[in-house]
């Protein structure tokens, strides 16, 4: 016992091995997670397909096969191995629409949920951060943009703006808004009450240096799932614009205005819906599953 | 308590006087609004090297002064000077400068770092903000203070999930001595950790005061703690003093019916220590409805008409002349009303 | 022959042991304290008493008796009906033991239902007289109570009334006063013993306050890192500890340094799933450890009674046996 006082400085550290990282953490999680790692394979299948349309895909988006309309796939009685998905209704290539029109859907989404992140972010940290009237302003005004149904308000942006690809996904951003600030402000005001906060308030830190290097990056986790899963609600909601004429125009490739501009023929030619409304679901849904699983790692609640 | 100044070793480091915290709350659209008075009226002297321990109930309101004196809250009333500068007066950049003098360590070493931020930066965020030291210099200072309280080198590009609560509790430490202050709030540090544990953090506590010569404001409830640690003692109940006093007179001859209380509440490990339980009926009542009178009067076996009616005011014990400045808040002590207690069981 | 008998139990949660191969019984009418410091395995081990250990963790045991019937045998329905009415147990926070949607009357007539039945007049009248014995003043009123209405020890209170609804012969108390301010832990805990004297129940008391236990218990058991380092009667094992991990314990509290000293740190912390040594597990921690202590894990020596699981147990000055 007599050696304590000095030992008490030199064996403090006796556990022997390091503990995880945070990063080594979340992917022990996430992978543990099969349908979350399924989603993400698939996306990055979409994404390696975006990047690299011009490759992949057998022949140009807007090229017309006068000779070949309404071809069905390949392994149908009169397909063609040049046209593996088929063609549509004025010749063009199905499959090659598809892969370039994921380059659309991930640009959509990317600038979508990014542009709406940021401003979620900003608006979130400062409601939560300054509480009182500012806090009361913005999450009224929030309110109002939550009680109007998101699809319609987003057809009033662009109705507004004008229909084009850019509208159409500052409309998205805008309308899928709300979520982001709540969910921010939420997280603000839980870690406000931290101790650490208070900490870094007794050392002296300025309200700017507190909201976005002492509180955003502990915001992160709830926000990184929301964002994921907005991806998903992005592309959704562009292929609703892209069907009802408002998002990207003829003959720009887009999985909605395809599913649109072919509906007429869905009695005798069904590969023309069926591929690009399957393209969408198979997208939504990877990201869906990613979603899920990035909450599972990166939620403390869900850990053992 | 009052008697410093009168050497150099008693310099005066933390003079607060008549401090108050009232918060208004709301209580519904037809009801006025209620004063929680969670501080009221609270003087002390801090000197220099020396701990002064703050003891009672959870809501007793001693967390509250634990966060005026650093001023994250700024009191409602009262004055709290530092080296005889008062920080409630001056200006916002003189009182950065100040603040920097009185650093604070929490109760629970889990939620006081952040945890998604390295050591090194945990460490080093108070010399970024407030000094203009370069990166290399602000590592040397962190690595330097990080061996002072126990963390190995190593430690500084780990993240605070993979420390015990213990270790937290050194790195909250290390926190607050980097700049370089005199006086630190430590509020509950010991009660959320083991008992060897509380020990190593203790004695890290003890060695540091005695090298930088820092004073302690240490709040707690753990009286056997206190007792270990403090040299001067206040007892607080429901946001006022009771009793306060150096440790030998707070330990040795207590007054208070509640100081009394407390110490024969808390379990005592070796059976001649144990004192006749003196038994507290009922709660802390509630701050939003106070007691008229002594706040204590309802569970005080010693109460009387006058304890219901009038509050007690801090007098000088005047049972023992010798006893200087031991402060008790007590109408049934200045009328000589308590037999007998100091006796213990056998 | 002893209300709870548990030999060599273990619980592991995938390869951690949580508790390893502990063994005790509790008599009838008896105190026992388990003290150790968190991440000894003191509340899993009684949770596998109670049958309340969750996949993944798995419970083994040579015997797990409960006035001579075998727990783990028994079928999970009649274990069920068995713990809650024969053995009870209450929890460290009491704010959220108890169920914030119903009334306080409302959830001890529900315990008092599942266990015994009767019409509704006669449970409200027996709801009163449970909180009227754990000294709730005003216990009319009270029954149409929420939880969020009662202070910390009020609640403890209630949850007490509800474990003893059902005459249990053992009561095990997981940190009941961890929660509460010294005033009211002296209140529940006086309430506790006074129950348990009037009952003759068996209590376990787990807590991390030596003091605490050091007043209250007949017999105490020290635990660490899962498993059993010391047992005995109270009063004999802190006046004279056999084991060196007992005798830092007691020498770390405030109160066995005098005045301003330093206090007797035990350096380290408890192991936990990766860092377990080989050998005894305190020894890289222990002051009196040898290469022996480094390798081989020690049995415990002596009977149930006063045991001590150390290669060089302690003598009455506190020193290793050679």
Known sequence: MTTSIEASKDNIELTAPVPMTPLQEFWHYFSSNKGALGGLIVIALIFFMALFANFIAPHSPSDQYRDALLLPPAWLEGGNWSFVLGTDDVGRDILSRLIYGSRLSIAVGIVAVTASLVMGILLGLVAGYCKGVVDTAIMRIVDIMLAMPSLLLAIAIVAILGPSIVNA??????????????LTRAATMAEMSRDYVTSSRVIGASPLRLMFVCILPNCLAPLIVQATLGFSTAILDMAALGFLGLGAQPPTPEWGSMLANALQFVQRAWWVVTFPGLMILITVLAFNLMGDGLRDALDPKLKQ | MNQSDNSFDNQLILKANNLKQHYQVKQGVFKSDAVVKAVDGISFDLEKGKTLAVVGESGCGKSTLGRMLTMIETPTEGSLAHLGEDLLTLTKDAQAKLRQKIQIIFQNPYGSLNPRKKIGAILEEPLIINTNLSKTERKEK??????????????????????????????????GLMLDPNVIVADEPVSALDVSVQAQVLNLMMDLQEEFGLSYVFISHDLS?????????????????????????????PQHPYTLALLSSTPQLSPEKRRTRIKL????????????????????SYANDRCKSETPTLRLDSSDSQEQGHLIACHAVEENRIENHTQSVA | MSLL????????????????????????????????????????????????????GKVNAEQLTFDNQDLLAMPEKQRRRLTGSDIAMIFQ???????????????????????QGGSKKELKARAIELLTQVGIPAPESRLDNYPHQLSGGMSQRVMIAISIACNPRLLIADEPTTALDVTIQAQIIDLLIDLQRK????????THDLALVAEVAHRVIVMYAGQIVESGPASEVFSTPKHP?????????????????????????????????????????CPYATDHCRKVEPANQGDLNRQVKCHTPLDSEGRPAA
Do not use: W
């Open chain 2, 225 to 253: 703690v206190v007792e270990h640690i403090a040299d001067d003692v206040m007892v607080m109940y429901l946001g006022k003093v009771v009793e306060q006093g150096t440790r030998e007179q707070l330990f040795n001859n």
């Open chain 3, 245 to 285: 991990y007992t005798q830092a314990l007691l020498a770390s509290l405030p109160e066995s340094a005098a005045g301003k000293a330093r206090l007797e740190a035990l350096p380290g912390v408890v192991p936990g799933q990766y860092d377990r040594p080989l050998g005894c597990l305190l020894s890289p921690r």
């Open chain 2, 142 to 175: 962190a690595l330097a203070i990080m061996s002072k309280v126990g963390l190995k080198t190593e430690h500084y590009d780990r993240y605070p999930h993979m420390f015990s609560g213990g270790q937290r509790q050194r790195i909250a430490i290390a926190r």
């Open chain 3, 5 to 56: 008998q548990l030999e060599n139990l273990s619980v592991t949660f995938g390869n951690f042991r949580a508790v390893d191969n502990i063994s005790y019984k509790v008599e009838e009418g008896e105190v026992l304290g388990i003290v150790g410091e968190s991440g000894s395995g003191k509340s899993v081990s009684s949770l596998s008493i109670m049958g309340l250990i969750d996949f993944p």
């Open chain 2, 281 to 300: 009926e009922g709660e802390l009542p509630s701050p939003l409805n106070p007691p008229s009178g002594c706040a204590f009067h309802g569970r005080c």
């Open chain 1, 169 to 182: 996904a500052l409309a998205i951003s805008i309308v899928s808004l709300p979520h982001y600030v709540r």
């Open chain 3, 93 to 115: 926070d009491p704010m959220t033991s108890l169920n914030p949607c119903f009334t306080v009357g409302y959830q001890i007539i529900e315990a008092l239902k599942t266990h």
């Open chain 3, 199 to 206: 009952k003759q129940m068996g209590l376990v008391l787990i």
